[in-house]
C-alpha cells in the first residue's frame, strides 16, 4: 500500500512529523474504525478521522438531522435537514478527503446486529448518550476482542476513556464494566436531550476520542487505557482518573441491556408505530395522546398532548382517565416505555408505547425534521 501524489501532498504535515511520517500515514490508510453514533460527539470524531486519513470509516445510526442538532452537530448544515444522519455524513466525509471509503448503517446498533457489524472493524469508537448502548458496545467489544475508545457528555461536562485495548504483554486493559459495574438508576441520569449540553463540549470531547483512535492505530505516545479523563468546560478543568481491571468482571454474552438499565424491554410493552397514530389521529379517535418529556421539549416541538413530565407521573397519574385508552410518547420512546410499565403496575389495561416517539412520526411525516 502506498499514498499516491494528491495523498502525499495532503497529508505533507504528518509526513513531516517527526515520530509520526510515511509509517504512521499508512497505518492510517489501512485502518478500519466503526463510529457508533452520528451525533455530537460523533460530527467531531468523524471528521478528524476523515480528515488524518483513516481509510475505512463506518457510520450507524437511524436518526436523521433535525434543526435542534446544528447547535452541537457541526457535521451537518441547513441543507441536511431531514437526511438521514449517516448519508449527510458521508457526503460531508467524502467532500472533505475524497480517499477514503466510506460505510454507512441507518440502523438501531443492538444485539442482533452487534458483532456481525463489529466483526468489519478493527477499533470501535462511541457517539452514543445511552447507558444501554454503552454496556452493549463494551461487551461486544471485549467478545469481540476489539478496543473501544469511549466518550459521553452532559450539560458541561465530559468523558474520555480507552478500553480492552490490547496490552503489550497480551492483555487487555479494563473495559467499562470494571469503571461502572452496575448502571446508574434510570431516573436519576437524564441524556442530553433532557438535561442539555453546552454546544461546543462535544467538539472538545469528540476530538479527544479521534485523538485515542489515532494514537491506536499508529502507536504514538501513551493511550487512555486504564485512564479517564474528566473535562469540566464551565471551569476548563480536566482531571485525570486511573482504574483497574475487576477480576469479578465476567461477560460471557451479551444480554438485554434495556432491562439491566432498569428499562423496561420495550419488546414486552403494548406499542403502537407511528403510522398507526398517525391513522388514529386522522381518523380522530377517542384516546387520550400522553407526552411524558419536559416542558422545554414540548415547547419546541409537541403532537397537541397533554403533558405530564415523567418525573411528575408519580404524583400526577390519577389525573388519567383508566377507561379511556392511552398513548404515550416522548422523543425516542425510552421515557414513554418507563410511563407506560408504571401506569400498567397502577392498573391501566389500555397503554401503549409510542414506538421511537416523537421522532418516528416526524420522520414519518417529513412535517418537521426530528429532534434528537
Known sequence: MNLSPEEK????????LPGFGMEAQLKLKAA???VIGAGGLG???LQYLAAAGVGTIGIIDPDRVSSSNLQRQVLYGEKDLGK???EAAKERLLDLNPHLSINTYPQVFDKNNAMEILSEYEIIADGTDNFPTRYLVNDACVLAGKPYVYGSIFRFEGQVSV????MPDGSRSPNYRDLYPTPPPPDQVPNCAEGG????LPGMIGAMQANEVIKIITETGTSLAGKMVLFDAAHFSQHTLRYKANPATKIEALIDYEVFCGLPAQEQLPSIDAGTLKAMLQRKEDFLLLDVREQSEYDLDHLDGKLMPLVELPEKWQELPKQTLVVVHCQSGARSARAVAFLQEKGYSQVYNLEGGINAYRNLTSAIPPLT
Open 163 to 166: 478500553f480492552n485495548l490490547a
Open 9 to 16: 501532498n495532503r497529508y505533507a504535515r504528518h509526513l513531516i
Open 84 to 86: 438521514l444522519k449517516v
Open 43 to 45: 460530527s467531531p470524531l
Open 32 to 34: 478500519r474504525v466503526l
Open 197 to 200: 449540553v453546552l454546544g461546543v
